[in-house]
């Protein structure tokens, strides 16, 4: 499996659970635009997913999720630079969110940013990640 299908999987399973913390504090209106995005995003709609996800992380600036997801969005999109700093934004406001570092590992490794991949990859094997440990042994 490669590392962008380990990802994504990985935060598939995020988006299928959501997260309940956030959800039980959000404004109604940013939680409906956050399940607009995660519906736009499951069916390829990645410039609709992130205009959802905006609109959610408008109304609550602290959403770590929405950050992550809409970094998801936009590493799909192309845009690995910008899904970098949303994966950042979920990491500053949730350290312990595993696919955060994950993922911007991938975004990383994507601007050729190796030693930032290989620091991120670290961490999520740190979280107990084992296909993360791989990598740092073979790129790192």
């Known amino acids: 499996m490669s590392r962008r299908t380990t990802a994504i999987a990985a935060a598939l399973s995020v988006l299928a659970l959501g997260s309940p913390l956030v959800i039980a504090n959000a404004n109604p209106l940013a939680t409906q635009y956050f399940n607009q995005g995660v519906e736009k995003y499951e069916v390829g709609n ?7 996800w905006n609109k959610a992380i408008e109304i609550n600036p602290q959403d770590a999720l929405a950050y992550y997801n809409r ?10 630079q910008g899904a970098i700093v949303d994966y950042n934004k979920a990491i500053e406001i949730n350290s312990q969110n595993t696919n955060s ?3 911007r590992g991938i975004a990383r490794e ?6 930032g991949a290989c620091d991120d990859w670290r961490k999520a ?3 107990g990640l084992k296909q993360p440990a791989e990598w740092v042994k073979k790129q790192c």
Do not use: P, R
Request: proline share 0%; aromatic share 14%; glycine share 10%.
């Open 125 to 127: 094997a740190d979280f």
């Open 110 to 115: 994507m601007v050729n940013d190796l030693k």
């Open 101 to 103: 570092y994950l993922n």
């Open 46 to 52: 990645y410039q609709g997913a992130i205009a959802d």
């Open 71 to 80: 970094g998801l969005a936009k590493y799909d999109s192309g845009d690995h």
